[in-house]
């Protein structure tokens, strides 16, 4: 292992609570990092105002109006960005997009997800709600490398989440991020130790 602090580049769409609890890792010691920068493709999102908050710098990925395509060139563009930034690895926080080439070869193993499931159960959008229909008993969160598939890369961690009677969609997810926030730190310090 690196004995500088590895560098973060963190990517997200959205609120940013996996993103703070990165933060709040690193400032008790528990993640030997540091958050370089923070991309979002949605310039409203939370997650830029809580990277200002901290000076971290921030990137708006200007997707063209595309709902979900991740295009080429606004890959191309940021791996150029990551690589001048000198990021060792990539953290998606509630990042809605899917990463493909040519930053999947940019960065080979050099890329993580969270998701709010038991990988490979409930791959997708709003996994939660997935389990809550599907009538599963427990659920909960994974963290993996990313792979050019949907979900499907090589498991980091994981954490178990029952499902309760009477969950609605908002208290089974409230409940999963709970265990998102212990578990992305600590699956980001284990996969740094065996870069
Ligand atoms: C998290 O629950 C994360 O697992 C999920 O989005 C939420 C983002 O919350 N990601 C996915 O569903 C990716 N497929 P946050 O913005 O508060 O970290």
Known sequence: MRAMKIRLAILGSGSG??????FQAIDDGRLNAEVVTVFSDNPDAYILERAKKRGVSTGILDCRGYKNKFPEEVQEALARRLQELDIDLIC???FMRLVKSP???TFPRRILNIHPALLPSFPGVEAWKQALEAGAK????????VDAGMDTGEIIMQA????????TPE???ARIQVQEHILYPAAIQSALARM
Not at 17 to 22: G, R
Not at 138 to 145: K, R
Not at 160 to 167: A, M, Q, S, T, W
């Open 17 to 22: 609570t996996n993103c703070q609890s990165i």
């Open 92 to 94: 998606l926080a509630g």
């Open 103 to 105: 930053l999947l070869e």
């Open 138 to 145: 427990q659920t909960g969160c994974t963290v993996h490398y």
């Open 160 to 167: 178990f989440v029952p499902v309760l009677p009477g969950d």
């Open 171 to 173: 208290r089974l997810h």
